[in-house]
Nanobody
Framework: QVQLVESGGGSVQPGGSLRLSCAAS????????IGWFRQAPGKEREVFSC????????YYTDSVKGRFTISRDNAKNTVYLEMNSLKPEDTAVYYC?????????????????????WGQGTQVTVSS
């Protein structure tokens, strides 16, 4: 059974940092694409970062590029999201997800995959 569990959310001041974790069970995480999504109040959930099975194929939206870094620890079957220089507009519930059809996917369009397996989400609040 595929399961994804996010952790590491919390409240920080603008300019602060957080590291989110996405721990996987039921599948080997490094053989599938993993996406990070977020949903702010009143807005649709959006993909802002993802990584294919090739670590060179990480994707970031412009709003987080240069501030967020996605990485993977295969030994721990976990994907991380390092978030620096956080802004109030980063406030949202953060989710990780995978596309069960993305086995072996190493392309450059992980943001366009069909993510259907989701974690429960973790809240990130950036406020002074």
């Amino acid at each position: 059974q595929v399961q994804l569990v996010e952790s590491g959310g919390g409240s920080v001041q603008p300019g602060g940092s957080l590291r989110l974790s996405c721990a996987a069970s039921g599948f080997t995480l490094d053989t599938y694409a993993i996406g990070w999504f977020r949903q702010a109040p009143g807005k649709e959930r959006e993909v802002f970062s993802c990584i294919s099975t090739s670590d060179d194929s990480a994707y970031y939206t412009d709003s987080v590029k240069g501030r967020f870094t996605i990485s993977r620890d295969n030994a721990k079957n976990t994907v991380y999201l390092e978030m620096n220089s956080l802004k109030p507009e980063d406030t949202a519930v953060y989710y990780c997800a995978t596309d069960p059809k993305s086995l072996g996917y190493n392309g450059n369009y992980c943001d366009q995959l069909d993510y259907t397996d989701w974690g429960q989400g973790t809240q990130v609040t950036v406020s002074s």
